[in-house]
């Protein structure tokens, strides 16, 4: 029987004596109404990306509304804003010279450059006409039974912005982008990985490997010896099949260096994991047969861990030398670069060169516990080591990228229980703190060396506002105040040219649109730029969800969140309460600006559900250290009243919301909350949908399950380090499972390994309970391309549990498939 979708009202009686309840069945057309594909033809750019120029501070972008692209060039200082090109014109002039209709409004330009003289804008096209493939004759080397031989013809343009001309150049075939090159700064040397081993060659012997990689006379000089498997110079093939493994296993492997700037010497680290215990998925619809995937996954507690070294190579003495920088017990060492300036950021080769300069180079050493921190410079000349800086705490500590200026250091650090800016001497003599007060400070974003100016990124200062939106500030690195330079009550997204002159920053809300301004290095506003076009999105309907303040459950914290409600909303109606939920710590599912992400929120609300997302007690980092260290400790169970306080207070505060139907849902970390929330508040949550839960954190990766719940490190009488990992599972409390639980996962994850989710399904059968398990074939962590199917599931289980709606849908997903254009 075909199902009857729409607001078609039906009653029925539950039991003899019993009201009649009105049951309303699920609106499938709404929520179709807003899939990935319709909404790429209602959404544009929604942000301007700037590309800075070299010798000036113009920039150039491109723009996509619902009349096609324009493409801008801006001057800052004149205050102008142009087309770079006329479209039409273009449009015109290229349909002449390939012979093919194009016109303005419908312009694709692929790999489009600015040029060096800023003149000169090139382009490629592609045309109707086939023509032999120019790799024709090294396809049917490799493959004598290939038939494909042709291909679309490319043209390449020259397009001069001053003369408004055309000019055809020769389309050269695109350079291979060799992964495995790590390119020195000049370009004379690169590096890679081999067989386990390290290894360089010359510019001339790489341009070869441009050509063919497999030429014969390639020069390769060979650094090491004592590489292997697990132990390896580069990095290993994780993500292929143990098939895909031994095929590749004599390729070239790229290899994380950073050099020097004179590109004579350059360091890495390297990873011992050889003792480290492995893991494996199997692809399962591999064809002809199913393959196994082993791969290294070190587990909280566990004795066997990773061991990294610190390794600096010289091509003045041709000496690799292991650095002496053994601190803690399975330390972690964290190597910094510097950071391309913005104006490159278009350029095809940007070299990792590390932070320092020829004689030294900075790097942070961490425990395993992660309650301790060097900041450590090693002194090239006299081969030692320097801690600049320590940091201590009895909870895990965070930290961000050094900043070196010159003869100062700029450390980011929440010693005082904020996250803040502090000013160091090269010699680690502390200066003075740059910023402080309860407001947390995300980063730097520039430094105005020659002005001693810092601009960095910080929330919560601005009285009166969702202490979640971001700002741009500045302060002077010789103390004094602080200057906001971004004003409004908005979360702002900025990108500032290289001479920290000119800032390009996109504001929104989750309910307002998203505008584009340029302002200057004070904050003052130069001009206007955009506003995105969400004029179709607004036709098929769609409305601004509504952000909300509640109390957590201490009744004192102040949280935040946001509520999605159906287009067709009624306020005399009684509705379904739907939590997406993440727990934390390092991020809370709750979007501050406007944004794409409509599957758990926007578009599960038209089903005909009040959805919600919110913050919870040791959530998101970017509040007090108290506030981001909260479930330290407790980490199945530290967000989940505060979940049920939002359901209790916004029961009270909304009548049209039913408390008495409350379902949850989340993804990975929010798969274990949503399953934890059914088992610890039984009573309060009705339905969960559980995808890819890391339900046993005993069993997910080291670094975040030791860092988020604390692992206690022991000390012997004798002097022997262990370390001991404790946690509750959700497993345990299987046995409370009253309601309706979808657990779900892909069977190839090797990030949150299906085992979580099997030993939980493991649990509630040994209960004696019902409830659905959904594995999806093929599938990583994120569901990849049936990610869109799982969203049909989880709305058909919602709809049947927390609706009533228990008309059966038909097999045939017809909302997903007329996306699509059907085979014959």
């Given at each position: 029987m075909q199902r009857i979708i729409g607001v078609i009202t039906l009653f029925f009686v539950l039991t003899v004596g019993q009201a009649q309840e009105q049951v309303y069945p699920g609106n499938y057309e709404l929520a179709g109404r807003f899939s990935p594909e319709k909404l790429r033809k209602m959404i544009f750019s929604t942000s301007v990306n700037p590309h800075w120029m070299k010798k000036s501070d113009r920039f150039w972008y491109e723009y996509e509304t619902s009349d096609g692209k324009n493409w801008y060039v801006v001057d800052p200082v004149r205050r102008t804003k142009s087309e770079l090109f006329d479209r039409d014109k273009l449009a015109a002039e290229i349909t002449k010279a390939v012979k093919d209709p194009f016109d303005g409004q419908h312009l694709k330009l692929d790999d489009l450059k600015l040029m060096e003289d800023e003149n000169t804008i090139r382009f490629k096209v592609k045309s109707t006409a086939d023509v032999l493939k120019s790799d024709w004759e090294e396809i049917k080397e490799k493959n004598k039974n290939a038939k494909d031989s042709l291909e679309k013809k490319v043209h390449t343009f020259l397009w001069n912005i001053s003369t408004q001309t055309l000019t055809e150049i020769e389309t050269e075939k695109d350079p291979k982008r060799l992964s495995w090159a790590n390119i020195a700064p000049d370009s004379s040397r690169i590096v890679y990985a081999k067989n386990h081993n390290l290894y360089w060659m010359d510019k001339e012997n790489f341009l070869k490997a441009v050509e063919d990689e497999k030429d014969s006379t390639i020069v390769e000089n060979q650094l090491t010896e004592d590489g292997e498997k697990d132990y390896e110079y580069g990095w290993g093939g994780r993500g292929d099949d143990n098939v895909e493994e031994e095929k590749k296993k004599d390729d070239r492997k790229r290899v994380g260096v950073l050099w020097s700037t004179d590109s004579k010497q350059f360091v890495l680290t390297r990873t011992d994991q050889r003792e480290v215990k492995d893991l494996w998925v199997i692809h399962n619809t591999r064809d002809p047969r199913p393959t196994l995937e082993t791969y290294k996954y070190a587990m909280p507690g566990e004795k066997e861990q990773p061991q990294t070294?610190?390794?600096?190579?010289?091509?003045?003495?041709?000496?690799?030398?292991?650095?002496?920088?053994?601190?803690?017990?399975?330390?972690?060492?964290?190597?910094?670069?510097?950071?391309?300036?913005?104006?490159?950021?278009?350029?095809?080769?940007?070299?990792?060169?590390?932070?320092?300069?020829?004689?030294?180079?900075?790097?942070?050493?961490?425990?395993?516990?992660?309650?301790?921190?060097?900041?450590?410079?090693?002194?090239?000349?006299?081969?030692?080591?320097?801690?600049?800086?320590?940091?201590?705490?009895?909870?895990?500590?965070?930290?961000?990228?050094?900043?070196?200026?010159?003869?100062?250091?700029?450390?980011?650090?929440e010693r005082d229980g904020w996250g803040h800016l502090y000013l160091y001497g090269k010699d680690g003599t502390m200066k003075r703190q740059l910023t402080s007060g309860p407001f947390h400070v995300g980063g730097v974003a520039r430094v105005d060396e020659r002005n001693r100016k810092v601009f960095f990124v910080a929330n919560g200062r601005e009285k009166d506002e969702d202490p979640y939106y971001e700002h741009l500030y500045s302060v002077s690195m010789d103390g004094g105040a602080i200057s906001l330079l971004n004003a409004g009550d908005f979360n702002h997204d900025i990108d500032?040219?290289?001479?920290?002159?000119?800032?390009?920053?996109?504001?929104?809300?989750?309910?307002?649109?998203?505008?584009?301004?340029?302002?200057?290095?004070?904050?003052?506003?130069?001009?206007?730029?955009?506003?995105?076009?969400?004029?179709?999105?607004?036709?098929?309907?769609?409305?601004?969800?509504?952000?909300?303040?509640?109390?957590?459950?201490?009744?004192?914290?102040?949280?935040?969140?946001?509520?999605?409600?159906?287009?067709?909303?009624?306020?005399?109606?009684?509705?379904?309460?739907?939590?997406y939920v993440y727990p934390g710590p390092q991020t809370e599912a709750v979007n501050k600006a406007f944004g794409r992400a409509f599957d758990r929120t926007d578009r599960l609300a038209q089903f005909g559900f009040v959805v919600v997302t919110l913050g919870n007690r040791g959530g998101h980092?970017?509040?007090?250290?108290?506030?981001?260290?909260?479930?330290?400790?407790?980490?199945?169970?530290?967000?989940?009243?505060?979940k049920k306080a939002a359901v209790d207070q916004l029961a009270?505060?909304?009548?049209?919301?039913?408390?008495?139907?409350?379902?949850?849902?989340?993804?990975?970390?929010?798969?274990?909350?949503?399953?934890?929330?059914?088992?610890?508040?039984?009573?309060?949550?009705k339905v969960a949908v559980s995808s890819a839960g890391n339900h046993e954190n005993n069993i997910y990766n080291r670094w975040w399950s030791e860092k988020h719940h604390g692992v206690q490190e022991r000390i012997s009488p004798k002097g022997d380090t262990t370390f001991v990992y404790q946690i509750e599972k959700n497993p345990d409390l299987a046995k409370n499972l009253?309601?309706?639980?979808?657990?779900?996962?892909?069977?190839?994850?090797?990030?949150?390994?299906?085992?979580?989710?099997?030993?939980?399904?493991?649990a509630l059968i040994k209960a004696g309970k019902?409830?659905?398990?959904?594995?999806?074939?093929?599938?990583?962590?994120?569901?990849?391309?049936?990610?869109?199917?799982?969203?049909?599931?989880?709305?058909?289980?919602?709809?049947?549990?927390?609706?009533?709606?228990?008309?059966?849908?038909?097999?045939?997903?017809?909302?997903?498939?007329?996306?699509?254009?059907?085979?014959?």
């Open positions: 070294e610190l390794l600096h190579f010289s091509f003045d003495n041709m000496e690799l030398n292991k650095l002496p920088i053994s601190t803690f017990k399975d330390q972690t060492v964290s190597l910094w670069s510097t950071t391309p300036a913005a104006n490159t950021r278009d350029d095809d080769f940007r070299p990792a060169t590390w932070l320092g300069d020829l004689d030294e180079f900075y790097f942070a050493i961490t425990s395993r516990d992660l309650k301790r921190v060097d900041v450590v410079r090693w002194d090239i000349a006299n081969n030692e080591k320097e801690v600049v800086i320590e940091e201590r705490s009895n909870t895990y500590i965070d930290f961000t990228k050094l900043e070196l200026v010159g003869e100062d250091l700029i450390w980011w650090s500032i040219n290289d001479n920290a002159s000119f800032i390009v920053e996109t504001y929104s809300r989750v309910n307002t649109t998203p505008v584009s301004v340029l302002r200057d290095k004070n904050g003052n506003k130069v001009m206007d730029l955009e506003t995105a076009d969400l004029s179709q999105l607004f036709a098929a309907g769609y409305q601004f969800p509504e952000p909300f303040k509640f109390k957590a459950d201490d009744g004192i914290t102040d949280l935040y969140g946001v509520m999605y409600k159906p287009f067709d909303f009624d306020s005399t109606r009684k509705y379904p309460l739907v939590q980092p970017a509040r007090s250290k108290w506030y981001h260290n909260y479930g330290y400790g407790n980490l199945r169970d530290y967000g989940l009243a505060d009270d505060r909304f009548d049209f919301i039913d408390r008495n139907k409350v379902g949850i849902h989340g993804h990975s970390g929010g798969g274990f909350m949503s399953t934890a929330a059914m088992l610890v508040y039984p009573e309060v949550f009253k309601g309706h639980l979808m657990l779900s996962t892909g069977d190839v994850d090797n990030n949150v390994h299906p085992a979580g989710t099997i030993r939980m399904a493991e019902r409830f659905e398990f959904v594995i999806l074939p093929g599938q990583r962590h994120g569901y990849g391309p049936m990610a869109e199917y799982f969203f049909w599931k989880m709305g058909d289980y919602f709809v049947r549990h927390l609706l009533g709606d228990n008309t059966p849908p038909p097999v045939d997903m017809v909302e997903m498939q007329r996306d699509k254009p059907q085979d014959k």
